[in-house]
C-alpha cells in the first residue's frame, strides 16, 4: 500500500480537487483506493455525501488515533492507495499535516501560479525536505495559454522539487463536478482537463516508481 499526501500551506490551491481527481483515476487504473479527508471543514466528506458512486472509498480522520489508525484500517480494507486529503496550514511539529506528510511515501504541493501562492509555498516545501520525504508539486488552475504557468514552474523548482510537465488548467467543469459528489471525468468525461489529471496521475506514479526503488 501506497501513501500519497496533498498538502499546501495556503488554501484553496486545489489539494482537495486533486485529491478527488487523481483517486479517481488511480482508483480506475490501479487498484482500491481510499482518500482520506484530514481537514475538520470536511469538505471531501461533503462531496461524498452528493456522490452515488462507490469508489473511491472515502474515511475521514478518526479522533482516536490519526493517520496511524486510518492508515491501518485502509491496508485491512485492502487499500492499494490511500491519498492524505490535508488541511491548510503550517506543518507544525506534531500537527495533522506533518504527521500526514512524515505518513507519505510522496507529498505532492499543490500550487497556483501567482507570486503570492509561489512565495507561501516554500515552508511546505521545507517541511517536505524536513521530514525527509519525496516530493513534487502540480501546478493547478493555472490560466491556459499563459507564460505565467513557465514561470511559475521555474520559480517552483527552485525549492528543489520536481514540478509536474502538465499543469492543470482552470475549467469550470471543474467545479460543476464537485457539485454532483463527481469528479470531472464522470461528469464530463470529454473536458480536456480529464486529459491533464490522467497526465499528472501518471507522472506521479512514475514518482512513485522511483521512490519503492529508493526506500
Ligand atoms: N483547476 C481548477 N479549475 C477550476 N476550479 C478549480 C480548480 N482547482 C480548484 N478549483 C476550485 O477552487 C476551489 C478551491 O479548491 P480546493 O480543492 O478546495 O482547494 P484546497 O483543498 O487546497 O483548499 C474549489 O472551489 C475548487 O472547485
Ligand atoms: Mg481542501
Not at 486545489?14 to 469538505?43: F, W, Y
Not at 506543518?91 to 507519505?104: E, F, K, N, T
Request: contains cysteine.
Amino acid at each position: 500500500m501506497r501513501v500519497v499526501t496533498i498538502a499546501s500551506q495556503k488554501g484553496g490551491t486545489g489539494k482537495s480537487t486533486l485529491a478527488i481527481n487523481l483517486g479517481v483515476q488511480a482508483d480506475r487504473r490501479d487498484g482500491p483506493v481510499a482518500i482520506v479527508d484530514c481537514d475538520e471543514h470536511r469538505g471531501l466528506a461533503q462531496w461524498r455525501l452528493q456522490r452515488e458512486a462507490e469508489r473511491p472509498v472515502v474515511a475521514e480522520l478518526p479522533e482516536e488515533g490519526g493517520i496511524g489508525a486510518i492508515l491501518e484500517g485502509c491496508r485491512e480494507a485492502g487499500a492499494r492507495l490511500v491519498i492524505l486529503d490535508t488541511p491548510a496550514g503550517t506543518p507544525r511539529p506534531g500537527s495533522v499535516i506533518a504527521q500526514a506528510i512524515g505518513a507519505a511515501h510522496l507529498v505532492v504541493m499543490a500550487s497556483k501560479t501567482g507570486f503570492l501562492d509561489i512565495m507561501a509555498a516554500r515552508p511546505t516545501a521545507e517541511a517536505i525536505a524536513a521530514a525527509r520525504v519525496p516530493g513534487a508539486v502540480v501546478l493547478n488552475d493555472v490560466p491556459a495559454r499563459s507564460a505565467v504557468v513557465e514561470g511559475a514552474r521555474t520559480a517552483l523548482a527552485g525549492y528543489g522539487l520536481p514540478v509536474c510537465p502538465t499543469a492543470v488548467v482552470h475549467r469550470v467543469g471543474i467545479s460543476y463536478s464537485l457539485l454532483t459528489g463527481q469528479s470531472l471525468a464522470e461528469y464530463d468525461p470529454r473536458n480536456p482537463g480529464v486529459e491533464e489529471f490522467k497526465k499528472v496521475w501518471s507522472w506521479l506514479k512514475g514518482r512513485l516508481g522511483h521512490v519503492a526503488q529508493h526506500r
